[in-house]
């Protein structure tokens, strides 16, 4: 009788570990599959972003309130930071060159959390970087956003 538990004990054992490896690559799988792709146009210049940004200073004291925003120098065509009030950071940082577009001038952010291109009228959301535009495909550039201290933001590529 023993033996026969035994046997049956480890019958399970291992129908449990075969289960839970099908259940785990299928989480995997189903993870991949779920994965928006936030397509970047790949014709903008690579270039190396490394800010850091005092929000003590006059330009970037808006940045201190929520969906306050600002300008800084780096990027493409430069950048524009905003506090969306909430998240971990709460910044977002996008590059203002037109994704779309080899636009001489750059986007331009009026606090309506779209940025848009003065080329071809398009528009992205300062939220995510998502084209708003029928028929645009690209997302503005996003750099990351690193909180140094209370005073401080570090901006870099991600």
């Known amino acids: 009788m023993y033996k026969i538990f035994v046997n049956c004990n480890r019958f ?5 570990t075969l289960t839970m490896r099908k259940i785990i690559l299928l ?15 790949d ?3 690579d270039v190396n972003v490394d ?3 005092n929000l003590n200073l006059p330009q970037y004291i808006d940045l201190q ?3 306050g925003w600002a300008y800084t120098s780096g ?3 430069g950048i524009v930071i905003y506090n969306m009030g909430t998240g971990n950071p709460p910044y977002k940082a996008f590059d203002r060159a037109c994704p779309n577009n080899d636009c001489n001038s750059p986007m331009t952010f009026d606090g309506s959390l779209k940025l848009k291109c003065p080329c071809d009228n398009s528009e992205y959301s300062i939220i995510d970087g998502s084209p708003q535009t029928k028929g645009n495909k690209h997302f503005a550039r996003e750099y990351r956003v690193n909180v ?4 401080a ?3 870099t590529n991600f």
């Open 65 to 67: 309130t929520p969906s």
């Open 12 to 16: 399970i054992n291992s129908y449990c």
């Open 27 to 41: 989480l995997v799988a189903i993870s991949f599959l779920s994965c928006e792709k936030n397509d970047t146009n």
């Open 75 to 77: 990027g493409v065509k």
């Open 51 to 53: 800010i850091t940004v």
């Open 43 to 45: 014709s903008l210049p």
């Open 153 to 155: 933001l570090n901006i």
């Open 148 to 151: 140094l201290n209370s005073s």
